[in-house]
């Protein structure tokens, strides 16, 4: 007898499978350096955040505007971390990333689908984090920045970056651990050698200006400037954003934990690279269990996990990641100028070789190698939601080819690869970053308010978000909806 609407269960409603059931794994109890293992996820969507907002929308805007600008950063990170949480605790729960879950809700999984799949292409389609690498690396090679009339130049460049990044999802054997790895190399290497040069460098008069701007004052004014004079808000909506991950990148945290193995998770599989010649059966539907006392136990162990990697990773990592490289910036370019352009990748690098060629050199190496890093992160993580969302919600392709999800992932990124090409073309890398963080902010206030009402209504009653967190996941839409209202605005 088929089930009618009122006893249908609420999850399958929009036309996908019910979840099965299946017992919560036990958390891990880890001690020590074994957190490095058991933590991953925070790590890769920091990695991802560090080559955006940390390393050329913030410069950007504190070089024009001032340190004051700060208390965005936290009240980003606190959001943002939030918000993070809040998808771990979807994925932690069914096994399911968060996109399937945003798929069990009406109109149709079919609806939702498409509009992630659009909203994730208009924020990172664009490879401009590959082409502002390809600055840098002008820099290196010619010893100064580029120009209008090396725009071709570093379109080349640009281009086999972006390249490097695709061939790299082919190594290794769990995407995921690959992606892992890389970015503890980068967050540890980066923050590490920025915190070395802020110390060196660094005047104190900066160091106090940055503690006062986490609360949005300014010394030298004497007073709080919250937002300045004749601001451009195109600027700030992107600042602003990608302050922390951004949109589709923290979303895509959930399919990096489904892949980590997090609670239910453990069921799931994951998506292995095509180098390993390993066919991983992927769970197209999610699971939930009975939550009774001794789930309950097991379920307060993966909590305690995740909070360690949000608030103990992504949260201290963002702050580092945008504080030490503003000091830098503040410190040795002059205020007030507009950086932004070819070379604003390597803008930093050429203030620091007036003081010691040896100190540009490192500066532009750690650009390329946070900005293709951070293209790396955005490209995988892509393909893997628009893999997910076609696995998810169609028979057919995961019909295809003997039901290996490797295929569908490889030529989700064959197309990928292709439009980044194109895209490249369009216009200089810091226009399209800026479009893509701007379009992270629309994300933010759609999908902030699409799981609160997910948590809420399709998790058991046991699992879901008490009500403060609920709040937080309002105020995250009317915040970002603030900016992305700022800089509509702005356009008239």
């Given at each position: 007898m088929s089930s009618t609407p009122a006893t249908e269960p609420r999850e399958s409603r929009s036309g996908l499978e019910a979840w099965r059931r299946a017992e919560l794994p036990l958390a891990p109890n880890p001690k020590g350096l074994a957190w490095l293992g058991t933590v991953g996820p925070g790590v890769i969507v920091l990695g991802a955040s560090i080559g955006s907002g940390e390393f050329l929308l913030?410069?950007?805007?504190?070089?024009?505007?001032?340190?004051s600008l700060l208390w965005i950063v936290a009240v980003s990170a606190v959001l943002q971390t939030l918000f993070n949480l809040e998808l771990m605790r979807y994925t932690m729960a069914t096994g399911e990333p968060v996109f399937t879950g945003f798929m069990r809700t009406r109109p149709s999984a079919t609806f939702w689908a498409w509009l992630y799949a659009i909203l994730y292409f208009l924020q990172v389609g664009w490879p401009a984090w590959a082409g502002a690498a390809g600055g840098a690396?002008?820099?290196l090679a010619a010893g100064r920045l580029a120009g209008a009339e090396d725009r071709e130049t570093v379109y080349w460049i640009g281009v086999v970056l972006f390249l490097v990044c695709a061939a790299v999802l082919t190594v290794g054997r769990r995407i995921e651990h690959t992606l892992e790895v890389l970015?503890?190399?980068l967050v540890v290497t980066i923050l590490g050698t920025l915190g070395v040069l802020c110390v060196a460098f660094v005047p104190g008069h900066v160091w106090?200006?940055?503690?006062?701007?986490?609360?949005?004052f300014d010394p030298a004014r004497g007073s709080f400037t919250f937002v300045p004079a004749g601001a451009d808000f195109f600027l700030l909506g992107a600042f602003a954003a990608y302050s922390g991950a951004g949109g589709v990148a923290n979303l895509t945290l959930s399919n990096w934990a489904r892949d980590k193995g997090y609670g239910m998770a453990a069921h799931a599989g994951y998506i292995p690279t095509a180098a390993s010649g390993e066919k991983v059966t992927l769970a197209h539907t999610g699971f939930t269990f009975a939550p009774d006392r001794e789930a309950m136990a097991r379920w307060r162990g993966w909590w305690?996990?995740?909070?360690?990697?949000?608030?103990?990773?992504?949260?201290?990592?963002?702050?580092?990641?945008?504080v030490l490289p503003g000091m830098l910036y503040v410190t040795f370019?002059?205020?007030?100028?507009?950086?932004r352009g070819l070379g604003i990748a390597a803008a930093l690098a050429e203030a620091m070789s007036a003081r010691a060629p040896a100190l540009g050199i490192v500066i532009a190496l750690m650009g390329v190698w946070i900005l293709t890093k951070t293209q790396l992160d955005l490209v995988e993580g892509m393909v893997r939601a628009i893999t997910d969302i076609l696995w998810t919600g169609s028979p057919r392709v995961r019909s295809w080819r003997g039901g290996d999800v490797r295929v569908v992932y490889y030529a989700v990124l064959a197309?990928?690869?292709?439009?980044?090409?194109?895209?490249?073309?369009?216009?200089?890398?810091?226009?399209?970053?800026?479009?893509?963080?701007?379009?992270?902010?629309?994300?933010?206030?759609i999908s902030s308010l699409h799981l609160l009402w997910v948590n809420n209504v399709l998790l058991p009653e046991a699992l879901r978000p008490p009500l403060w967190r609920s709040a937080a996941l309002g105020a995250i839409a009317i915040f970002y909806a603030a900016f992305v209202a700022l800089w509509i605005g702005s356009l008239r």
């Open positions: 913030g410069p950007a805007a504190f070089v024009r505007y001032g340190l690396i002008f820099f970015n503890w190399v106090g200006s940055a503690l006062a701007g986490l609360v949005g305690r996990i995740v909070v360690a990697d949000q608030w103990g990773v992504f949260f201290g990592g963002v702050l580092l990641g945008m370019l002059e205020s007030g100028q507009d950086i197309i990928v690869v292709a439009w980044g090409l194109l895209a490249l073309r369009l216009t200089q890398p810091i226009v399209l970053l800026q479009i893509s963080a701007n379009m992270a902010g629309v994300v933010f206030v």
